[in-house]
C-alpha cells in the first residue's frame, strides 16, 4: 500500500512534512523488464543531505525499497548500500498493480542523532535512533504488469438481464473484469436478436449501450479521483487498465479528463471514425431499401 502521512519521535526527511527545512530524498523504479522468468527492476535513489548521506556511506543506515502487490498480496523488501540498483522478483509473485515505496533506514542503533538540516525545533536535540527506523522517505510509485494483452475498449463491457420488477432503462455497474450493463428483460431479448443481424446493427448498438455507459464511467472517475485512497479501490481491475492505457495512447491521463471533453472522448474510444456508427445505419438503411425493390 502507499505509505501515508505520520508523525515520528524524531526528524524524518520527507515530503508532506517540515521535518526538514532543506534537503530532499527522492526513489523511483527507473526501468523495468522481463528476464527468464524475473521481473527486474533499476532502482535509483537520490538523496540531497549530508548526515543521511555519512549515514549510509558509513553503514549506520541504508537505503530501502518496498514492493507490495495488491493483486497477490506479496511483499518483497529490499537493503541497499548503493544509489542505483539491479533488483529481481520471480514474475509469479507480482502482478498487475504494485506500489513501491522507498526508504532510508537506520542499519543499528544510532546514539545522539541530530541533522544541521532540520527544523529549528529540532535544533539543540539529540536522538537516540533504533534499528530499523525510518530516517526518509518519499512519495509512493504505482508500477504495472501486464501478464496478458489488453483489451479493446468495446470487450470490457458486459450487457446483462436485470430481472427486477422495476428494472431501470439502464444501470450501470463496476465488476472486477467488465462494466456491466443491465438492461431489462424485454430490452436484453431485443438487443440479444439484435446482435445477430451483424456488424453494422453491432455499432449502431455500441452507440446506444456502450456510448452511455463509457461516459458515466469515465464522469464517474473524475468524482473518485478527488479522493486517492477510494481510486485505489478500482485502479487494478481490468476494465480500468484498459481504458487507462487506450487514453493514454490518445494523450489523456484518465483521472485528469475535462468533463466538457468526456463525451467526445467516450466516442473516440469505441469507433473508429466519427462517422463510424453512421456510415453502419447508412448500410443498413440502404440494405433495406434494396430488399424492397
Request: with cysteine; charged share 25%.
Amino acid at each position: 500500500m502507499k505509505l501515508k502521512a505520520r508523525n515520528f519521535p524524531h526528524p524524518v526527511l520527507n515530503p508532506v512534512s517540515d521535518d526538514f527545512r532543506k534537503g530532499f530524498f527522492k526513489g523511483k523504479i527507473v526501468s523495468q523488464s522481463e528476464e527468464n522468468g524475473l521481473l527486474v527492476f533499476i532502482v535509483e535513489f537520490i538523496l540531497e543531505n549530508s548526515k543521511l548521506k555519512e549515514l549510509v556511506e558509513t553503514g549506520k543506515a541504508i537505503y530501502n525499497v518496498h514492493f507490495e502487490c495488491v493483486s497477490t498480496m506479496q511483499r518483497r523488501t529490499f537493503s541497499l548500500s548503493n544509489p542505483t540498483n539491479k533488483i529481481s522478483i520471480p514474475k509469479n509473485l507480482m502482478n498487475k498493480k504494485i506500489d513501491v515505496n522507498f526508504f532510508v533506514l537506520a542499519k543499528e542503533e544510532i546514539r545522539n542523532y541530530s541533522n544541521v538540516d532540520a527544523h529549528i525545533d529540532f535544533m539543540g536535540v539529540n536522538f537516540n535512533i533504533q534499528k530499523g527506523d525510518i530516517l526518509a522517505f518519499c512519495d509512493s510509485q504505482t508500477i504495472h504488469i501486464e501478464k496478458k494483452p489488453m483489451s479493446n475498449t468495446n470487450s470490457i463491457f458486459k450487457v446483462s438481464k436485470d430481472t427486477s420488477p422495476q428494472a431501470p432503462a439502464i444501470k450501470i455497474a463496476f465488476n472486477d473484469h467488465q462494466i456491466n450493463i443491465a438492461l431489462p428483460e424485454v430490452s436484453f431479448d431485443k438487443v440479444s436478436h439484435l446482435k445477430a443481424f451483424g456488424d453494422d446493427c453491432n455499432k449502431i448498438l455500441v452507440s446506444l449501450l456502450y456510448l452511455p455507459a463509457l461516459i458515466e464511467t469515465l464522469f464517474s472517475i473524475q468524482s473518485i479521483a478527488q479522493d486517492e485512497y477510494s481510486l485505489e479501490e478500482i485502479e487494478n481491475l481490468d476494465w480500468y487498465r484498459t481504458l487507462e492505457k487506450k487514453l493514454q495512447t490518445m494523450g489523456y491521463n484518465i483521472i485528469d479528463l475535462k468533463l466538457e471533453d468526456i463525451t467526445g472522448i467516450s466516442y473516440e474510444l469505441l469507433n473508429s471514425s466519427k462517422e463510424a456508427a453512421l456510415v453502419s445505419l447508412e448500410n443498413i438503411v440502404y440494405l433495406e431499401g434494396a430488399d424492397n425493390e
